[in-house]
């Protein structure tokens, strides 16, 4: 059996964008069966899943209302400025206990759990006080995990990723570090707000006491882990890359960002380790109180995204494209480009790649709002639009903001005929292939200037919404010159976590992350490339990316 644990909260621009954040855990079980714990959409959600990925048990808790104690709304607190938002740390405590007691009251059988792994929402960050692991170290079953642990933070409200209070924090790092592309470079991503090392950073500015008396900094996955281990678990390469604090390509904490922090910020975060590291057997705790096997093992945890890329079963030269209310890229690379637009972290499933992550905010919106502009609300005739005019749209191209993007940083609806010039209008057929076209051509772009390349191996795997839509997937096979695969993932993260729960416990990189999943259902076919139909995108891509650089 596996197990998967995830605390989250709703997430507004990544993955997905997985519309919450969450941390997750997973756990392969003696049964062979699989459970994992789940926390999205601001609960903690527990899923059981056997040898065949079949879910047998689900539960959860709900923050705002099993714990309304604790007065949050979708799991945080969003402060008087409006900028500050937090998680309170011991709430996350209290979830927990109450998840595995409702899992116990409902007849699970915890000792068939052999080992333990999960995902968090990635960036948020746990402070913990001189004298905590000693706590942790002597947990008692007889007393809830709150009560034993509600003195050990030394900031109780964390930190998480939709906080954007740290923006001189963000510019001095940029500074330090000799400006944002260097920063990149080493980190993956340039400064941003929600990244760990500025809000540590913050912290040590404006509580400077609470940072001194803090012996640990956990990530959320990190954080998850050391309550199951009942030690401090370290921090894992994959998540540890989304703090910009972290050398991507040496897998090493990079001492000037670390400096351009906070003072000993090297002995409160700890050593690295690679994804699939076993941190050791569960503690005790879990044990007496739960009827946890002593022989369970705690995989090391990492973040959402992370997961996610597991859970979709990435290989050498894949892309996933997550067709959501924000466009969402996963790319396994093997050269990464840092760039200022997308994010590089080390790969959670093969510690010699990487993965790249590339978020479009302009996505299924912008598409049913030509859809009821121009197919009277139907996808039937949108689609039918689609299949009724070609590849390469008679040299039209359009680039459709609604909204200020992402990739890139520009806002505006832009029309462009095939003499070049500017036009206020299309065609309704025009309109439909254009937004699609212009959403793919910019894809492309932007992921091969993070370093993807397209092999003859390459797949494309299609989730979200639009995965539905056979005419939509057509155009990206044709645009990435790639078939074009799809997999129910609705729980990708839950399942990544659960896989790598498995490949930790059966060897880490004694074994092959594609030998784990090679028994997981297959993904189905939807689109195979027209010869003709890419080498028309591959010169339209040309003209893409200079008409994109003027608006930007």
Not at 32 to 56: E, G, T, Y
Not at 119 to 130: E, L, P, T, V, Y
Request: hydrophobic share 40%; net charge negative; charged share 20%.
């Amino acid at each position: 059996m596996m197990y998967i644990v995830e605390w989250g909260v709703q997430e507004a621009i990544v993955v997905d964008v997985m519309v919450t954040r969450t941390q997750k855990i997973f756990v392969p079980v003696r049964s062979r069966a699989v459970c994992k714990i789940v926390v999205a959409d601001n609960k903690i959600k527990v899923v059981a899943i056997d040898a065949s990925l079949k879910v047998v048990h689900e539960s959860a808790v709900q923050f705002d209302k099993d714990l309304p104690e604790f007065r949050t709304e979708s799991g945080v607190h969003i402060h008087d400025d409006q900028l500050t938002i937090t998680s309170p740390t011991i709430m996350w405590v209290k979830a927990l206990d109450l998840l595995l007691t409702r899992m116990k009251e409902s007849g699970f059988n915890f000792s068939a759990v052999v080992a333990l792994s999960g995902a968090g929402q990635q960036h948020g960050s746990i402070f913990w006080k001189d004298g905590s692991e000693k706590v942790l170290d002597n947990l008692q079953s007889d007393c809830p995990l709150q009560v034993q642990l509600k003195n050990c933070f030394s900031i109780p409200d964390s930190p998480i990723w939709m906080d954007s209070s740290t923006t001189e924090q963000c510019q001095n790092l940029e500074m330090m570090m000799g400006g944002p592309q260097q920063l990149t470079d080493i980190t993956g991503s340039r400064a941003y707000e929600r990244f760990t090392g500025n809000q540590i950073a913050k912290i040590f500015q404006t509580r400077p006491a609470d940072y001194e008396r803090t012996e640990r900094i956990s990530l959320v996955s990190s954080f998850g882990a050391s309550l199951f281990r009942g030690a401090y678990v370290p921090i894992d390469i994959s998540d540890g890359s989304g703090m910009n604090l972290m050398d991507i390509r040496t897998h090493q904490w990079c001492q000037q960002a670390l400096d351009a922090c906070a003072p000993n910020l090297d002995k409160k975060l700890g050593h690295l380790v690679p994804s699939y590291h076993n941190a050791g057997s569960i503690a005790s705790y879990f044990v007496d109180r739960y009827g946890f096997s002593p022989e369970c093992n705690v995989i090391t945890f990492t973040g959402d995204n992370p997961a996610s890329m597991a859970g979709m079963r990435l290989q050498k030269g894949d892309v996933a494209v997550s067709l959501g209310t924000s466009d969402t890229l996963f790319l396994w690379l093997e050269m990464p480009q840092p760039a200022l637009e997308g994010h590089i972290f080390a790969n959670p499933v093969d510690a010699s790649a990487y993965m790249a992550l590339l978020c479009f905010k302009n996505g299924s919106l912008t598409r049913e709002r030509i859809r009821n502009l121009m197919a009277d609300g139907s996808w039937d005739v949108f689609s039918h639009c689609l299949e009724t005019t070609y590849p390469g749209n008679d040299g039209n191209i359009g680039i459709f903001f609604d909204v200020q993007e992402i990739t890139p940083s520009a806002v505006g609806i832009h029309r462009w005929n095939a003499n070049g010039e500017s036009v206020s209008s299309f065609t309704p057929g025009a309109e439909i292939r254009a937004v699609i076209e212009g959403q793919f051509l910019a894809k492309r772009l932007h992921a091969e200037n993070l370093g993807y390349h397209i092999g003859s191996d390459s797949r494309v795997l299609a989730t979200g919404g639009a995965s539905c839509n056979k005419s939509i997937l057509q155009v990206l096979s044709d645009i990435f010159n790639a078939p074009v695969y799809i997999l129910d993932t609705t729980n990708s993260a839950c399942l990544g976590s659960a896989y790598r729960a498995k490949h930790g416990c059966e060897g880490g990189d004694k074994v092959a992350f594609s030998e784990i999943v090679k028994s997981a259902p297959a993904y189905q076919l939807a689109a195979s490339p027209r010869l003709e139909a890419h080498k028309i995108y591959t010169k339209m891509l040309e003209r893409y990316k200079e008409l994109e650089l003027q608006i930007v």
